[in-house]
């Protein structure tokens, strides 16, 4: 037994089993359902499951794990360049770089994106938001439409990221420690696992199938989330919200619609109301408002849910 669909042999918790994280799977799946979104910033302390929730989750959807980013990546790993073995050879071969390959498996994982050189960041930042991969370098050039799930982790105590960094992520979760009893459910479900490996488990065998049914219905939201409208009143109403909370820019209000728009087409709803955009908003402009943008707490206050609770009913 393994811990992945399409019969993939990495020994990873699925993810139906992973306990809590309930905001983090939501963004991830928005993500997955509208690529648009532009990507998942995760917030968070050394040893709060971040890394298990992302591989986890790359194993639903794409099989197997993601394409991940080094911390010392060159433009040449990133964009691609040419194969130097080759060239010793007198022949000129390409070498794909990490974003086709994220392209080709859906997913790219930076971790300790805050480490990251800013110029790579913007590199990888700039594809995902346009879905054009333009590399015209050293005789080589090419252009490529590209998309996949970008998603970046982060511990605060390590230093933030530039503010003109942190808005291009779509979305942004803060990642807490689990209360008491999830910290015991989440004991009993790593010993379970652990003790599962090798065998054939009927608790992980019910876990992949929980998977696979959620990604079947991950998938029909993908394939429809075009079709679902969003009025102008609610065009309206994301603008609104973001002006209320001083969202910095103009990015949060169409982020909001956008995740709003994918939650719909999770629940298979025709149209988004306002309760969609009511629960995303914590996701699509945390990052935003005025004391997040420049540095400060990225945690989502009482009084901030009582003025969407005004705004929203």
Request: net charge negative.
């Amino acid at each position: 037994m393994t811990g992945g669909l399409d019969g993939s042999d990495v020994h990873i918790l699925p993810y139906s089993h992973v306990v809590g994280q309930a905001e983090l799977k939501l963004a991830l799946e928005l993500n997955y359902i509208a690529p648009r979104i532009g990507g998942v910033l995760i917030s968070g302390q050394r040893g709060t499951a971040k890394s298990t929730v992302v591989r986890a989750f790359s194993l639903l959807t794409g099989g197997e794990l993601p394409v991940t980013l080094p911390i010392n990546a060159t433009d040449d790993r990133v964009l691609g360049g040419w194969e130097l073995d080759a060239l010793m050879r007198g022949e000129a071969r390409t070498q794909p770089g990490l974003l086709e390959e994220a392209g080709e498996k859906g997913m790219l994982y930076i971790d300790e994106v805050n480490l990251l050189d800013d110029h790579i960041v913007n590199i990888i930042l700039d594809v995902v938001s346009t879905g054009v991969l333009s590399v015209q370098r050293e005789a080589i050039d090419t252009v490529r439409n590209i998309a996949f799930g970008l998603v970046g982790t982060m511990n605060p105590e390590e230093g933030g990221l530039r503010p003109q960094l942190l808005d291009r992520f779509g979305l942004m979760v803060a990642v807490s420690e689990l209360d008491q009893e999830q910290r015991r459910a989440m004991v009993l479900a790593v010993l379970r696992f652990d003790d599962a490996a090798g065998t054939d488990s009927p608790w992980l065998a019910e876990g992949l199938d929980r998977d696979r049914e959620l990604r079947e219905r991950l998938d029909r939201a993908r394939d429809g989330v075009q079709d679902v409208r969003l009025s102008e009143d609610i065009a309206k109403l994301c603008a609104d919200v973001a002006t209320r909370l001083r969202a910095v820019g103009h990015r949060g209000e169409v982020v909001t619609a956008w995740a709003a728009r994918a939650l719909a087409a999770f629940e298979e709803a025709d149209a988004v109301t306002t309760d969609h955009v009511r629960r995303v908003v914590p996701l699509s402009l945390r990052h935003r408002r005025p004391e997040a943008a420049h540095g400060g707490p990225v945690e989502w206050t009482a009084e901030e849910s009582e003025l969407l609770d005004g705004l929203l009913g």
